[in-house]
């Protein structure tokens, strides 16, 4: 940017201007000097008094103004400074003082005693105006405390309005001042003819010339004012609208200064900002939003993945096979967004991630930083049961959905919920990478899943969740198993609701599945074979039930050799 392109070359060019009229006013003023000794004497009196008040009356009103304006922009601030304000406050109070003082002493400057043998038009108009500037200032005065007091409240659009109407007042009360100014310049160019034409025609010179220098240079001043502020004041409205969240802002660039350059630069901030959003909307229908947040504020940088207690849980759809053997391409694709949108809600409003789809499976994680570490457990339990009113909701679509009015195919969901220490970061190539978590916890979560056909259940935890959310839920210990690949074994829970959900046929069931459980464990089949038989008898769709009992018929034909209670699965 040049100097000539620049706000300092404007400011350096008014000064030269108003220098330049100075030295002119100058040089004219010491041309007439010698001229000015007899008529000195007559405007001392009257005249110069009266020029001096009107145009104190003029400095005055502009200075109460400016005090107001400064007052008025404090309260636009989203945090208005006091001592601006109450220094705004007293300059207005100061002015309004001494304009009042000084349009009274204009008022006597204006007597018929002080006139004396004047034209008495001149001095009517004078009164005139000089009684309308005077009317108007209590309205004004009104106006302006209206405006300050909607800006307190809070009601800037309001206040706009007023202060335009105000606006239009203080523009008419400034022509009047002018106006009085003018006519006093004629009245004084009168008596100095009367008196010595000369020397009168030098004064009228001398007065004209004065005003019209401290006229122009205020116009001049604050035309350039005006033209410095309106982008500045553009800049700092449009920032408030982004603060607000709008972001389809776009300035006009009107010069090519310093505010051009801003507000250039603020364009490129605010169009950063919608492009950021943009994506962040975009981007959310396909990662979690909470891990798109991290992932744009950088929290998320780490070549290294992290070490938690998290937990995890893998959902498949029951009998999905069949159904997509019967749908078009597009109902499956309906079908499964429908499933999946379900699911994820369900995942979501218990605070959980959704990590990925893998056909028709949903696997979703609770952990640090999203939840405390207290919480993950119960809240993935809660979503798990929430999951299972979201197929419930599906399989009442199905009709919609597929367009399979008759014989439509029955699907449930299995789910698998595992607690334990997982590997969590961007895991992926050098172009495409997912954050996500890894480790024998997720292996455990997706077993767990599968076992849910083994035993006709619904949803199975591990013990580790059991002992955290347990408290909180319905439990039944199903087995002890050890997982294909792993030596450490596990005991399993079927999570049957919440806390409370179960009627008397139902914990009579678990209670007698729980001791068939103990004495199996013992190896005492036949007192196991009974309790399980009990079991049965009040649950008879029970599958779980049904496994021990035909694993105990197997048992008693061939009994097994070092019989720890684990069972030890051959398959995934």
Known sequence: MTFRNSIGARIFGLAVFLLTLTIALVGFLLWQV???????????????????????????????RLAFE?????????????????????NYEEFTGL???????????????AIGAR?????????????????????????QAKVL???????????????DGLNQLQRLVQTQRAELQTITTRRAEHVAREALERQGRIVRLSVAATASTVLLGLLVAMVVTRALLRPVHSLIGALGNVQKGQLDLELPVRSKDELGALTTSFNFFVGELRAKEQMRETFGRYVDPRILKRLLDADITGEDGGREMMTVSFGDIVGFTALSERLT??????LLNRHFGLQALAVQEYQGIVDKFIGDSIMAFWGPPFVEDAEHAVLACRAALAQLVAIDTLRSELPELTGLRRDTPVIDLRLGLALGEVIVGNIGSDHTRSYTVIGDTVNLAARLEAANRFYGTRILVSDSVAREAGPQF????????????????????????????????????????????????????????????QSLAARPADRAAEVMLERIAEFREKPPSGWDGVWRPQTK
């Open 34 to 64: 010698d001229r000015l000794e007899e008529e000195l004497q007559t405007l001392t009196h009257v005249d110069i008094p009266l020029a001096t008040s009107l145009s104190n009356v003029n400095e005055y009103g502009l200075r109460r």
């Open 70 to 90: 400064r007052t008025f922009g404090a309260l636009s601030h989203p945090e208005p400074n006091q001592t601006v304000l109450t220094e705004a406050q007293a």
């Open 99 to 113: 304009l009042n003082d000084e349009l009274a002493r204009a008022a006597t400057l204006l007597s018929p005693d």
């Open 119 to 143: 034209a008495a038009s001149e001095a009517l108009e004078l009164s005139t105006l000089l009684r309308q500037v005077e009317a108007a200032y209590p309205a004004i005065t009104a106006q």
């Open 149 to 163: 007091d909607l800006q307190r409240q809070g009601d800037h659009a309001a206040a706009v309005l007023v202060a």
């Open 329 to 334: 391409p597009a109902n499956m694709v309906r």
């Open 474 to 533: 319905e439990m039944r210990e199903i087995d002890t198993i050890a997982v294909k690949g792993k030596i450490e074994t596990v005991d399993v829970f079927e999570l049957l609701g919440e806390t409370g959900c179960l009627d008397d046929v139902a914990q009579r069931a678990r209670d007698t599945y729980a001791d068939g459980l103990r004495c199996y464990r013992a190896g005492s089949w036949d007192a196991a074979f009974a309790a399980f038989s």
